[in-house]
């Protein structure tokens, strides 16, 4: 399969707190009408327990079911507003012709199914899929193919549309075919055998084969029928390139998707809703192409439910509004399948790819969102709304179609019939094809025979998931591709035997059309007039409200109001119309997927999720609080605490601020881009305290450099204040031994050698500093930080050993001095006293 690449769509995450988990509904529900030989299926729906309405059929309903429309055709790409088109041939038996409206569960009913969670269920589709509103289509996204004569209706939708394609080959070929008959040529050797078909194709244009096998189903499917187109054949006979084409050849895929959004312009009276899923089923196990890989590969898809109540899940449903959205989400699918396959070739030959789009549909009726009725544009038997009447007018309901086209590239059927040689080599059995022959050969016999045999659906995933197609509920389509080369006849020959089978298959296909209150269109209409009442009760109520409500309210209730009204215009942008379909100027004036926003949420539950939300806020703005309380009065270290303490603390405020940074992501991931700030200035801020906090640590470090070489110092003074005291003290001695005592009148009160202190030096020293200090703070505050500058300061007042050194040295110098003045001294040249100075100064006596 190649899609061509598109820009990614924009997939703007929600937050997952606003997500709210939904319960299930089925895919389909139970038909009570049993006047069918076969079993009446219904179609398809995603509203499997939601309160649904059983609904009469209007006049106009009815009328328009029995009449085949077949308005002139508009000129070729071109758009005729004014003749809207219904170009869905219609049922012609009486049976069909006026279809009943299937019975529902009522609300509360239990299908079995309610634990599962499904994806498909409408109130779980993630809102990034977009809602599409007829309005919206985008010119470019049209068909300028659309021509109705080429409509056909081959033999009434009872049967299946059965169509071969032969593949072109170099090789001579060895099939003899005309535009309906194929045969065997004589020249290959075997009896030749004849089939009938349809329409036999040829060539590789792409155009012509989906007019004569897709383009009457998509119609069907848009006008409320189920439909089913595949693709069988053996391995490289053209499924592929039949299907989804390249670049010059869009194949079926593409070309539907755009008739379907032709379809909507072209129908004013109509608005729709399309949602597209796309899984492959590889080894009898479902993979959600639109999930991740990983997601698909750890979760696989499983069919829930039995018969026609069939729920897939998980399933990712993408909500579509322009073909741009289609080709992201089949090129994000291929993307995935890619991934997840090792060898592509052989993967891609042995899985079966459904690529389905959901179609809901109803008229448009007169809205209270002011967009009204088109006038002027109004389809031919247009139905006045609610065709339901007044009860269920009253209930808020109206009518709304569900259809589902699934589109179906299956595996290399030779997988299918070779196998059987090779049964013992089991992985390359292709369980899903074989039992979809069985299906279709006990289906046919039935039909033929008016028989009620066993039919073996819950063989295989394949089948299972079609059931309800196969039973009869959708118009289906077949394209069988072959290679008419000589040696492939075997193949070709098994899958014309297939086709002929197929084509006795009796289908019994109905429209549907429910009173539904809950199906997506409704509930997004019903949604946006509800978010319009309550944005203008808001806005009257706010100047009262906004007096009692703080600064931080205010803030919180113009987010709330903001967010109603994008809501509001995102849900009416996804809801197409005719109108929009051709006002809009491009691809580009409307998202391929709208901003995430659970599109499902009633306002009651949006007002509910705000409130958490800011009972949320409210928690993370006291644990900031109290993460800060805690900050602040963290324990002050004393000045002289070890540095281990000191480290103990930093860590301690780095750990504080990394839970601060916690909380705040929190907060952050609530609020998003507003907290981003707040989140910034508080990083901000701590990254300051912290880097203060450093430089701190830093200068206290500088400063107990600056005290262990003070006290060095003073040691070294001490031992030299020592020394000179012994001298002194011996020098009196001496002086005193010499009788020299008596003359000499020494001042003793200024005589005050230093004293060896109990704790040392460094005791002294701590008790001078912490007297200094005592006014001073010395925690480790940014603010009452203390400093080696203000212990310089303090370390300014003479010092315990200046004072010591200052009294010596006057007391020294006064001593000398008289001795020196004294003249009997020194007259003397043997005095003692004088070998004393010459011993002390060191100088001859
Ligand atoms: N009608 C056609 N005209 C031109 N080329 C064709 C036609 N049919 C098939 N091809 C080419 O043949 C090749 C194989 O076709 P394709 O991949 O569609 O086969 P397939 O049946 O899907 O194979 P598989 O079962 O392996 O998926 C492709 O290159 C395709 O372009």
Redesign the pocket.
């Known amino acids: 399969m190649s899609v061509p690449a598109t820009p990614s769509a924009s997939r703007l995450v929600r937050p997952v707190a606003f997500t709210p988990k939904r319960p299930l509904s089925t895919i389909s529900t139970a038909s009570d009408d049993s006047s069918s030989s076969l079993p009446r299926a219904t179609t398809p729906s995603l509203l499997g327990n939601a309160k649904k309405f059983k609904a009469t059929i209007s006049t106009e309903s009815k009328s328009r079911l029995n009449t085949k429309s077949r308005p002139g055709s508009p000129t070729k790409g071109s758009y005729d507003a004014s003749r809207p088109k219904t170009p869905t041939s219609r049922p012609k038996t009486p049976t069909s012709a006026r279809p009943k409206t299937p019975t529902t569960p009522r609300r509360g009913a239990s299908t079995g199914l309610e634990d599962v969670i499904s994806e498909m269920d409408v109130s779980r589709i993630d809102p990034e899929e977009a809602l599409v509103d007829f309005e919206n289509v985008e010119a470019a996204d049209i068909s300028g193919e659309i021509d109705e004569s080429m409509l056909k209706d081959y033999g009434g939708e009872d049967k299946v549309l059965v169509s071969i394609?032969v593949?072109?080959t170099d090789n001579p070929a060895v099939w003899n075919y005309n535009h309906k008959k194929i045969q065997l040529d004589n020249s290959a050797g075997k009896a030749p055998q004849e089939f009938n078909f349809d329409e036999i194709l040829t060539?590789?244009e792409n155009k012509p084969v989906y007019n004569a096998v897709a383009r009457s189903h998509v119609c069907a499917a848009m006008d409320g029928y189920n439909a089913v187109i595949f693709?069988y054949?053996?391995?490289?006979?053209?499924?592929?390139?039949?299907l989804t084409g390249?670049e010059d050849q869009p194949g079926i895929i593409p070309r539907a998707m755009k008739d379907i959004f032709g379809y909507i312009r072209r129908t004013p009276t109509r608005e729709y809703l399309l949602r597209c899923s796309y899984l492959e089923i590889y080894n009898e196990s479902i993979h959600d192409l639109l999930a991740p890989p990983s997601t698909s590969a750890a979760q696989p898809v499983q069919i829930h439910g039995t018969g026609p109540n069939v729920v897939l899940a998980p399933l990712r449903e993408e909500v579509v509004t322009s073909l741009k959205g289609v080709r992201e989400v089949l090129h994000r699918g291929e993307g995935n399948r890619r991934t997840a396959s090792t060898d592509w070739?052989e993967r891609?030959?042995r899985s079966h790819s459904v690529f389905r789009v959901v179609i809901e549909s109803r008229e448009r009726g007169d809205r209270q969102d002011g967009e009204g009725t088109p006038s002027g544009r109004m389809t031919p038997g247009y139905r006045p709304p609610t065709p339901g009447g007044a009860r269920l007018q009253a209930k808020g309901g109206r009518s709304v179609q569900t259809s589902v086209l699934s589109l179906i590239?299956l595996?290399?059927s030779e997988k299918a019939t070779s196998d059987k040689e090779r049964t013992r080599e089991g992985k390359y059995i292709n369980t899903s094809l074989l039992t979809l022959g069985s299906v279709i050969s006990t289906l046919a016999e039935n039909s033929a025979k008016g028989k009620t045999d066993h039919v073996p659906f819950r063989n295989s995933k394949l089948t299972r998931m079609l059931q309800p197609s196969l039973s009869g509920d959708a118009r289906i389509s077949v394209v069988c591709?072959i290679n008419p080369s000589k040696d492939a006849v075997g193949e070709s020959t098994s899958t014309l035997l297939f086709a002929q089978r197929i084509k006795k298959v009796q289908l019994h296909a109905q429209k549907k059309e429910v009173v539904d209150t809950d199906a997506l269109l409704e509930r997004y209409r019903k949604e946006i007039e509800e978010l319009r009442q309550r944005l203008a009760e808001r806005e009257a109520e706010a100047p009262v409200r906004n007096r009692r409500l703080s600064a931080r309210e205010q803030l919180d209730e113009s987010r709330a109001m903001n967010d109603l009204n994008s809501r509001i215009r995102q849900l009416t942008k996804l809801i197409l119309t005719s109108q929009t379909v051709g006002e809009s100027k491009g691809d580009e004036s409307r998202p391929a997927s709208p901003t995430k926003i659970d599109f499902d949420m009633s306002p009651y539950q949006l007002q509910q999720e705000l409130l958490a939300a800011r009972r949320e806020l409210e928690t993370q703005s006291t644990q900031i609080l109290s993460l800060e309380a805690a900050l602040l009065a963290r324990p002050v270290l004393p000045p002289d605490a070890p540095d281990s303490e000191k480290d103990k603390m930093l860590s301690e405020q780095a750990k504080t601020i990394r839970e601060l940074e916690f909380v705040i992501n929190g907060y952050e991931d609530n609020l998003g881009e507003p907290l981003r700030q707040v989140k910034e200035d508080v990083e901000r801020e701590w990254s300051v305290k912290l880097d203060k906090e450093t430089k701190l640590r830093e200068e206290k470090e500088a400063w107990a450099d600056v005290l262990v070489k003070q006290l060095e110092k003073e040691k070294k003074m001490r031992l030299k204040l020592e020394e000179e005291r012994q001298a002194l003290a011996a020098f009196v001695k001496k002086f005193d031994a010499l009788g020299l005592g008596s003359s000499i009148v020494l001042p003793p009160t200024k005589l005050k050698p230093p004293m060896p202190n109990p704790g040392g030096a460094a005791a002294v020293f701590a008790e001078r500093h912490q007297r200094q200090n005592k006014n001073l703070s010395l925690e480790l505050d940014p603010v009452a930080e203390a400093s080696p500058v203000r212990f310089t300061a303090a370390a300014a007042e003479p010092s315990l050993l200046e004072e010591q050194w200052d009294g010596l040295d006057e007391t020294s110098f006064e001593i000398v001095e008289k001795l020196l003045s004294d003249k009997s001294t020194r007259s003397s040249p043997s005095s003692p006293l004088r070998e004393v100075f010459a011993a002390k100064e060191n100088v001859p006596a």
């Open positions: 394609r593949k072109p060539g590789s693709a054949g053996q391995t490289a006979s053209g499924k592929t390139f039949t390249d070739n891609s030959s590239d595996a290399g591709t």
